[in-house]
């Protein structure tokens, strides 16, 4: 079955840091990558996404690479600020009616000054 | 656009009784929604895959007498945790994806539902 496999967290880094935190998936043919971010005490919200290989999702500074040779979608920021810190989990799906997402099982980020 | 609103945001309720949580698309209809359960160690839990005016699609180990869902229109569903029990504590988050047709795998996601049970 498909699956998503995130680094262990948590990362702590100082404000200013470069972060990467590393996901790779299982899966079959071409499916959709997902990064979610999850705020103390919120639900979950759509950061970046990329539909096929190559695609590079980015939003608020945040990036990340659909790798089909790696099967990978690491997060990058160049330069974290303390309001980023939160729970990132990354997540694949196929597109189609009846897709679920697979969810990743997250990496908190503490971002100090 | 694509707001998904769940009430109550917290609850406290004692062991035995029921607790009913509700998912709403405030903007969008939703033909289909998710019900995640979130364990303390951050992992999230598929419970069950909800379709408008079809019964709910359970994921292996969850028990669908205990966590009753209804999902009876395209803007609301309902997660209602029976006889609930101090293990039954969690965060509870719902995700509505948009309509049918065209899917781009995206989900909305509410702002979960803490439930403690004494």
């Known amino acids: 079955g498909n699956s998503v496999t995130q680094m262990e967290g948590p990362v702590t880094l100082s404000e200013e840091a470069f972060l990467t935190i590393n996901c790779t998936y299982t899966a079959t043919g071409y499916p959709s990558l997902f990064w979610y971010v999850q705020y103390p005490g919120e639900g979950l919200q759509l950061l970046l996404k990329a539909t096929k290989a190559d695609d590079k999702g980015s939003n608020k500074g945040f990036e990340a690479t659909y790798r089909k040779e790696t099967t990978s979608f690491h997060l990058e920021k160049g330069s974290v600020q303390v309001s980023d810190s939160a729970v990132y989990f990354c997540?694949?799906?196929?597109?189609?009616?009846?897709?679920?997402?697979?969810f990743g099982t997250g990496t908190r980020l503490q971002v100090t000054l | 656009g694509a707001v998904v609103s769940q009430h109550p945001s917290w609850v406290i309720c004692k062991s035995g009784t029921s607790v009913k949580i509700e998912c709403r698309s405030l903007?969008?209809?939703?033909?289909?929604m998710f019900w995640y359960r979130q364990f303390p160690k951050q992992s999230l839990m598929l419970m069950a895959t909800s379709n408008e005016g079809s019964k709910a699609t359970y994921e292996q180990g969850v028990e669908k007498d205990k966590f009753l869902i209804n999902h009876a229109s395209l803007t609301l569903s309902t997660l209602t945790v029976t006889s609930a029990h101090p293990e039954d504590s969690s965060f509870y988050i719902c995700?509505?994806?948009?309509?049918?047709?065209?899917?781009?795998?995206?989900?909305?996601f509410g702002e979960g539902s803490r439930l403690t049970v004494l």
């Open positions: 997540a694949l799906t196929y597109t189609g009616t009846a897709s679920k997402l697979t």
């Open positions: 995700s509505a994806r948009l309509g049918t047709g065209a899917n781009t795998g995206e989900l909305f």
């Open positions: 903007d969008f209809q939703a033909t289909t």
